[in-house]
């Protein structure tokens, strides 16, 4: 079964200019999660999806969004980059089967990422 | 609340050693204590994981410790090995009124030296 695959793997972009970062989660998960790991902040949770509606958010300023599509494939899109949005984001997958979709059962599985640089 | 405290942040032990990093919490609504392991150029990937109303579990040669009255777990690597050399988060996850999240640990990077 494949994982997560994240695109693009790298990604380098000016201030002021907005991106849009893809995943496709494992097959059968419903569940998309993201997450940015900066080497101060650590992994700081972005947003989960669930059939195609937001479920949670994190505490990130709005030029942060994403989106599923009705496949579980998702997008998130950062708009009006800023220096310090530079960091590998994660995206993460699960089953999602109930309203814990990173419960015990259905456990989360990150893809390798997409570092984005903002110069 | 919602912070999860792990140290130490760097850990050197010697191969066959056992290598012991500790994470403490203050909110009591977690109720899923993962363990990710994460190799440079890769996303974290699941070690072992424990529920609260478990004080132990062991896979191999991982092992979590689960103290609840301390709001304190620990991750335990007996017979450490070179390839074990990773970044290690302990992460605790939160149900919200939908939807839930993983707050995850600083993070602990582990040198095992052959």
């Known amino acids: 079964k494949a994982g997560v695959t994240q695109t693009p793997r790298y990604l380098i972009k000016t201030r002021g200019q907005q991106v849009t970062l893809s995943c496709s989660p494992i097959?059968?998960?419903?569940?998309v999660s993201w997450y940015q790991q900066t080497p101060g902040q650590g992994l700081q949770f972005l947003f989960e999806y669930f059939s195609e509606t937001q479920r949670n958010k994190g505490n990130f300023p709005g030029r942060f969004s994403g989106r599923q599509f009705s496949n579980s494939r998702s997008e998130m899109n950062v708009s009006t980059l800023e220096l310090g949005d530079s960091a590998l984001y994660l995206c993460?997958?699960?089953?999602?089967?109930?309203?814990?979709?990173?419960?015990?059962?259905?456990?989360?599985?990150f893809g390798n990422g997409t570092r984005l640089t903002v110069t | 609340q919602q912070q999860v405290k792990q140290s130490p942040q760097s850990l050197i032990v010697q191969k066959g050693g056992i290598s012991i990093i500790n994470c403490a919490y203050e909110n009591t609504a977690f109720d899923y204590f993962p363990w990710y392991q994460q190799f440079p150029g890769k996303g974290p990937a699941l070690l072992i994981a424990i529920r609260p109303d478990v004080s132990e579990k062991k896979e191999g040669r991982f092992t979590i410790s689960f103290n609840k009255s301390a709001k304190q777990f620990s991750l335990h690597i007996m017979d450490s090995q070179p390839g074990d050399s990773a970044t290690y988060f302990c992460?605790?996850?939160?149900?919200?009124?939908?939807?839930?999240?993983?707050?995850f640990g600083e993070g602990t990077q582990l040198t095992v030296n052959p």
């Open positions: 992460a605790a996850r939160t149900e919200e009124t939908s939807g839930s999240r993983l707050t």
């Open positions: 993460a997958s699960s089953l999602g089967v109930s309203a814990t979709p990173s419960s015990y059962n259905s456990p989360l599985h």
């Open positions: 097959s059968g998960h419903r569940s």
